[in-house]
């Protein structure tokens, strides 16, 4: 079991970057696939990344590639979402999230696909 806890949001205008941090406790970390989801007033919780047990394997939603970049740190129990050139429409709570099943980005883009979930983090992007 792992339990999940984001930090690092806030209020950022256009342009802007933010980088998120999910800690996460146990001794399994390195056992998990991790995904970024991101749910926006009214709307459904909306796939952002994901990344493999070892790094070396990552996805994105088309809406953030190449602005967003997801890593993370085995030895720290930690995984992070970098944000650059922010915009209006990525205001969200965002959640990061951990799977167990085999490596397949396709799936790994579905919140299904996950067995534990941190609380969220508020990003608020300004126009």
């Known amino acids: 079991q792992v339990q999940l806890v984001e930090s690092g949001g806030g209020l950022v205008q256009a342009g802007g970057s933010l980088r998120l941090s999910c800690a996460a406790s146990?001794?399994?970390?390195?056992?998990?696939?991790m995904g970024w989801f991101r749910q926006a007033p009214g709307k459904e919780r909306e796939f952002v990344a994901t990344l493999s047990q070892s790094g070396g394997s990552t996805y994105y939603a088309d809406s953030v590639k190449g602005r967003f970049t997801i890593s993370r740190a085995n030895a720290k129990n930690a995984v992070f979402l970098q944000m650059n050139s922010l915009k209006p429409e990525d205001t969200a709570v965002y959640y990061c999230a951990a799977s167990l099943i085999i490596w397949n980005w396709g799936a790994l883009s579905s919140s299904s696909s996950y067995d534990y979930w941190g609380q969220g983090t508020q990003v608020t992007v300004s126009s």
């Open positions: 146990g001794r399994t970390f390195s056992s998990y696939h």
